[in-house]
């Protein structure tokens, strides 16, 4: 206690400002050191930052250069697709005409029957698009 005693007793009014201004200077370079600190984390969190916006848009192109493949290969698919829908019709229409009665000729009797389309449809197999032009050429 001796010391807090001599050393507030000579001047007490210099005393308590040394100490104000020794507390004041301590404060001071806390807080800079916590800015400091905080800056550094701050500019580390950053970089993260930038570097995954960085990858998440490498990514976003990936995504859209695959959409752009896949929509090409759904094209190549479809064409595809039609051309065996063609193939399988052709193949159908060669059957019918290797059977002793065809469809169409079975479509065309019924025609001249007075049939309409729905029957005659119905009983062939064939598409209503099909069985028109047949009641249109061949129909009473």
């Not at 007490?12 to 806390?30: A, G, H």
């Not at 570097?51 to 192109?61: F, G, P």
């Not at 829908?85 to 229409?93: A, F, G, L």
């Amino acid at each position: 206690m001796n010391f807090f005693e001599n050393f507030l007793q000579p001047n007490p009014v210099e005393s308590f400002t040394k100490i104000l201004v020794f507390l004041i200077l301590f404060v001071s370079v806390i807080v800079f050191i916590a800015f400091y600190y905080d800056k550094k984390r701050n500019d580390h969190n950053l970089k993260k930052i930038e570097a995954s916006e960085k990858a998440l848009k490498d990514l976003i192109e990936a995504f859209r250069s695959l959409e752009v493949s896949f929509s090409e290969q759904n094209k190549v698919l479809d064409d595809f697709k039609y051309i065996l829908e063609r193939h399988n019709q052709e193949i159908s229409r060669l059957a019918d005409s290797l059977k002793e009665e065809s469809n169409i000729t079975l479509a065309i009797k019924m025609a001249n029957e007075g049939k309409n389309i729905e029957e005659i449809a119905k009983v062939t197999g064939m598409s209503i698009e099909e069985a028109e032009p047949i009641i249109k050429y061949h129909g009473k």
